[in-house]
């Protein structure tokens, strides 16, 4: 099969959260499964080009945005040990931040730079001649490939066939522009976008809803997320765009690389271990408690992490009132990767200045102390308000790193409470999004804690699970494969 995937974020080449991850493992999956896989990426300024041997090709056009033709330029290289290919698409102004997105508070370009990238897209397979079976698209920002390829694409022979696939990894960001600049570089007439159009929200143009609405099929990156969606509560107003669409969305829970994530071979750690080395992951949070400066007398408290970004999203409002009530109690060290809002930054920098001894802090985002932090800790935190699926909570799994987390969307699929009497379950799990449930979740798990036999049991339990990427990409092949049964 010939698979076309676009993506504002691919690993290892531009990172901004779990997106990047789950696009990388599905090329790198698809390749090795024999399929004949092309993804494409904006060309960001941040990428390193020469680090990952991506060259720049002969091959450029003109993009036709309306009042302007924008210049396209092409880079191509491979993913590293794959024989998937990858295709950044270049313009001398629109990639030109450091981010991949513009400034999170400003970013009333990203209409024009991501319509861009979308429009390069069915050029760049012309200048390539590659003829894609399937074009799966990622989140808002290639949305418009869709409606781009069925308006103006239509009596391409390249495209006749091909088959569309919406993943939504996130309905909080949506991606609303204004309408005539948006029809306008898109090109479509302004009379498409009218009240009630596949592109119109409130009165907007929204890139998400024109991807729910113009995708032959929709994949949530959780069966819980599809289900949730349908909901006021976690549809972000897109419930009606998605209540029309329910035949064709399916939730296909993510999955984890393991030649990344995972202890034996992790590169990042000082030294590996596996489900029967657990006395290294125990010298490992030493090492890292003594690098952090936390007094040996409080090293054998249990360690619990937060690796995340911190926004609401994340479950940083239940944690604001409680947090320093919980640490006040001397039973655990917190430690928190992360960067975000800047209330909840203070919130922690807060905490941090008032128990000094029991909190690490790392307000920055960094690969390798994500990985050497799951590693050293006993718990991870994730009191998500809404989680699409989450990857963190999986990763620390393999690591035997014990979740404590909300029960929502992905979180509610992967992590199942522990019931002592039992034996059974991987994680710490709480129903309800609020402070008094996630109090109560970290006084479980401090008390878990002091149990050694338990603590073992749940750690197995977690670590003999298989949430490998080739299921996930093996799942979206069955639905490739039937949106192309139903275009004979
Ligand atoms: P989301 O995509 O909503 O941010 P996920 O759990 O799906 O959440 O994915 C988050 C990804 O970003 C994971 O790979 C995680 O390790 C990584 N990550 C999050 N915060 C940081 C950070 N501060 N430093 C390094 N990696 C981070
Ligand atoms: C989004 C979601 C997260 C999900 C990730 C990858 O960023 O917030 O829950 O795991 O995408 O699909």
Same mark, same amino acid.
């Given at each position: 099969m010939n698979i076309l995937l676009a993506a504002a974020e691919i690993n290892p080449f531009a990172k901004g959260g779990g997106m990047a991850d789950v696009t990388s493992y599905l090329c790198i999956e698809w390749a090795e499964m024999g399929h004949d896989v092309v993804a494409v990426l904006p060309s960001y300024k941040a990428i390193d080009k020469s680090a990952y041997g991506l060259v720049e090709t002969e091959i450029s056009f003109d993009v036709s945005m309306g009042f302007s033709k924008e210049k396209a330029v092409v880079y191509r290289g491979t993913f590293p040990n794959s024989s998937a290919k990858i295709y950044l698409i270049g313009h001398e102004e629109f @990639?030109?931040?450091?981010? =991949?997105?513009?400034?999170? #508070?400003?970013?009333?370009?990203d209409d024009r730079r991501f319509i861009f990238f979308n429009k390069a897209i069915p050029e760049l397979c012309k200048a390539i001649n590659f003829k894609p079976d399937i074009l799966n698209c990622h989140d808002y920002?290639? $949305?418009f490939v869709m409606p781009i390829l069925k308006t103006q694409?239509? $009596?391409?022979p390249l495209f006749e066939r091909t088959g569309t696939i919406f993943t939504i %990894? #996130?309905? $909080?960001y949506q991606g609303i522009y204004d309408k005539y600049r948006v029809m306008d570089f898109t090109e479509? &007439? %302004? &009379?498409? @976008?009218? =009240?009630? *159009?596949?592109?119109?929200h409130e009165g907007k143009v929204n890139f998400m809803k024109t991807g729910i609405m113009y995708a032959d099929r929709i994949i949530t990156v959780s069966p819980t997320y599809a289900e949730e969606i349908k909901e006021p509560y976690y549809s972000e107003g897109m419930q009606d765009a998605i209540n029309s669409r329910l035949r064709d969305i399916t939730g296909v829970l993510n999955g984890v690389n393991y030649r990344i994530w995972d202890p034996k071979i992790d590169? @990042?750690?000082s030294k590996n271990y596996n489900s029967e080395s657990l006395e290294i992951k125990e010298q490992l949070k030493l090492e890292y408690l003594e690098e952090s400066k936390i007094? *040996? &007398?409080? %090293? %054998?408290l249990p360690l619990i992490s937060f690796v995340n970004r911190l926004t609401e999203q994340k479950g940083l409002d239940i944690i604001e009132n409680k947090i320093n009530k919980l640490l006040s109690t001397n039973k655990f060290i917190l430690a928190v990767l992360g960067e975000g809002q800047e209330k909840y930054e203070d919130l922690i920098i807060e905490a941090k200045n008032q128990f000094p001894n029991n909190v690490i802090l790392h307000l920055k985002y960094d690969e390798g102390e994500a990985h050497r932090l799951i590693a050293a800790s006993d718990f991870l935190l994730m009191p998500s &308000?809404?989680?699409?699926?989450?990857?963190t909570q999986m990763y620390a799994l393999k690591y035997g790193t014990i979740p404590i987390v909300r029960s929502t969307g992905g979180l509610a699929d992967t992590i199942t409470n522990y019931i002592s009497e039992k034996g059974i379950g991987n994680g710490i799990s709480f129903p309800h999004y609020n402070r008094d449930e996630f109090e109560a979740a970290i006084r479980k798990a401090v008390d878990l804690y002091k149990s050694k036999e338990h603590i073992e049991i749940i750690r197995r339990n977690g670590m003999e699970e298989n949430h490998s990427s080739k299921r996930c990409a093996k799942k979206y092949i069955e639905i490739f494969k039937e949106v192309l049964d139903n275009k004979d």
């Open positions: @990639f030109d931040e450091e981010y =991949v997105y513009g400034d999170r #508070n400003e970013d009333e370009d920002h290639t $949305s694409y239509q $009596s391409e %990894h #996130n309905l $909080s479509m &007439k %302004h &009379k498409e @976008f009218e =009240v009630g *159009s596949w592109f119109e590169i @990042f750690l007094p *040996s &007398k409080k %090293h %054998h &308000k809404f989680e699409p699926c989450g990857l």
